[in-house]
């Protein structure tokens, strides 16, 4: 396996935000003051972790019972041991996406083995931990996978599996409908080891939330990766008192977040989390289905709060977070301050969508837990097979050629396949009309300097019209070779499908049915938490079962 490094400021749609924290540059510190540079301050940042000891114990005694129900390796017990004991925690999460959802969900996982690794290794005890979001309420982002067929196109695999409207994926169960999604998707697979994982994994009466963490305990059973399932009833318990405050001081909490997002705006980023001045940080259920949690503030309304068409009073919404926190849950903005209150947490792991929530969410943490927990940019990877790698190799392309999107691509293949005699002619137009331009505008500069400007211009129609005069003797190509277009469409599909990155669209289980577990490995020495450019990682041939 070899690897080579891709800037995210080249990567389409890459916000202003994250490119300027990976970068550490000034105008971001306000909002995330650590670097994504973990060596230069894990060790100072661990003294700043206040974690009350009868909480890690509560904690401790939740995970090492979720992760024994999920078959948890040795190497997790001894985490879960280490974390009773003192350790911290490198933290990442993700939804509970089927099968084990796009495969930056195992770069996230292994981010968060190799990160706590480095700290040990440095004198702060660390464990990894990997929060599942089983409360979140959108079922269609994690009811169906995309799985590469044998020219590359990607099959999307999904299941009917239906809930109440607006319930939380971790409180819906498989019927017998997953017996059969599970077969066609080991059909696609081609692996009897992989399809028998996903047999004992997804299985009827399992959830969305508990068949993803039996994936994962079987997947990171080397690394002892330990999993915390959001939605236990006794984490809501022990994160009441952040409920109860999230409420008393909603108002305070979501001017802070106005205030927050126009400052955000002023320094020409995004807000990931659009707020209202009728915000607070909290769900409720009602009835088995997440609603969100408004303060009512036109006319008397005497601290009232809405939930769904239910108007409920200050003392009552405080009795019920009190009686029955479980009744309760974080929205996004809440959930990684609930997350951290929850766990030792000495940086969390996430992509750039994350990147943006800590920079809005650090208000919150200020005002809740007193501490803004650091957050770690995940490894980021293009996985390059062998088939598209030697597309890449024959056309001369690299990864950021892909990114103009299957037509354009077509034409830049037609147009580096032209017959070698009339790619030499357009070569040898161009160096005449750079010499030629270079000439006269050396004279006009000597016989009136204000003819350059119109030279120059003349020369960039020149140009442009050469370069249309290429394409469409590529498009003439294109048409007289049927095979560059189905390259163009196995390239876009296998590197830059719909024209997003790979790591968010294939299916993470789809590259360890296809080269083993051992895959896992070899990323994980590939990761250098120093390195934070985007991966183009190439399989070896001999690498494929």
């Not at 769900?283 to 997440?290: T, V």
């Not at 650091?374 to 950021?400: C, D, N, V």
């Not at 189905?486 to 080269?515: C, F, M, W």
Request: aromatic share 8%.
């Amino acid at each position: 396996m070899k690897a080579e490094c891709l800037s995210f400021s080249q990567i389409p749609h890459t916000t202003p935000l994250f490119v300027d924290y990976l970068a550490h540059h000034p105008k971001i510190q306000q909002f995330l003051p650590r670097s994504p540079r973990f060596a230069d301050w894990f060790q100072d940042e661990a003294h700043h972790i206040n974690y009350d000891s009868m909480r890690r114990e509560k904690v401790a005694d939740v995970l090492a019972r979720q992760n024994r129900s999920w078959g948890a390796s040795s190497r997790t017990e001894k985490n879960i041991a280490r974390l009773r004991s003192g350790a911290c925690a490198v933290v990442t999460g993700q939804q509970v996406g089927l099968f084990g959802g796009p495969v930056f969900s195992i770069y996230k996982a292994l981010t968060a083995v190799k990160l706590a690794e480095q700290a040990t290794a440095g004198g702060v005890e660390c464990v990894p931990i990997f929060w599942l979001a089983t409360e979140d309420h959108d079922l269609a982002e994690v009811n169906h996978v995309s799985i590469p067929g044998p020219d590359f196109s990607l099959q999307r695999v999904s299941t009917p599996t239906q809930g109440v409207r607006e319930a939380p994926v971790g409180s819906i169960n498989f019927g017998d409908e997953i017996n059969s999604i599970v077969e066609s998707s080991a059909g696609l697979l081609g692996s009897a080891e992989v399809a028998d994982l996903l047999h004992d994994t997804y299985r009827q009466g399992e959830s969305f939330g508990s068949a993803f963490a039996r994936l994962f305990t079987r997947l990171f059973a080397d690394w002892g990766v330990i999993l915390l399932d959001s939605s236990d009833p006794e984490l809501h318990a022990i994160s009441q008192p952040i409920y109860r405050t999230a409420l008393e001081r909603a108002a305070e909490l979501d001017e802070a977040l106005l205030a927050r997002g126009k400052t955000l705006e002023l320094a020409g980023y995004h807000q990931q989390v659009k707020v209202t001045p009728s915000s607070t940080l909290l769900f409720a259920f009602r009835d088995g289905a997440r609603l969100s949690v408004h303060r009512r503030i036109n006319g008397n309304s005497g601290g009232e709060f809405v939930i769904g068409e239910e108007k409920i009073s200050s003392d009552e919404i405080m009795r019920l977070v009190a009686s029955a926190p479980h009744e309760f849950s974080a929205n996004v903005l809440l959930r990684p301050v609930v997350q951290d209150y929850l766990l030792p947490t000495l940086a969390y792991v996430g992509g750039a969508a994350e990147v943006a929530y800590f920079a809005q969410a650090a208000v919150v943490y200020e005002a809740l837990v007193g501490r803004i927990t650091p957050i770690l940019p995940r490894f980021s990877a293009t996985i390059i097979e062998q088939k598209p790698g030697e597309l890449l190799e024959r056309y001369r392309l690299a990864l950021s050629d892909l990114f103009c999107g299957p037509e354009e691509l077509r034409e830049e293949l037609a147009s580096r396949s032209l017959p070698g005699e009339v790619q030499k002619a357009f070569e040898r137009g161009e160096l005449a009309i750079q010499k030629s331009l270079a000439d006269i505008t050396q004279s006009l500069s000597r016989l009136d300097v204000t003819l350059v400007d119109a030279a120059t211009r003349t020369g960039s129609k020149m140009r442009y019209q050469l370069d249309r005069l290429r394409r469409r003797a590529a498009r003439a190509e294109l048409m007289r070779e049927e095979i560059l277009a189905r390259h163009a469409t196995l390239l876009s599909n296998a590197l830059y499908p719909d024209k997003i990155l790979q790591e968010r669209s294939v299916a993470g289980i789809y590259y360890v049915a296809r080269y083993g577990a051992d895959l896992l490995h070899q990323l994980y020495s590939t990761i250098d938490p120093e390195c934070l450019d985007h991966q183009v990682v190439y399989l070896e041939s001999s690498a494929a079962r």
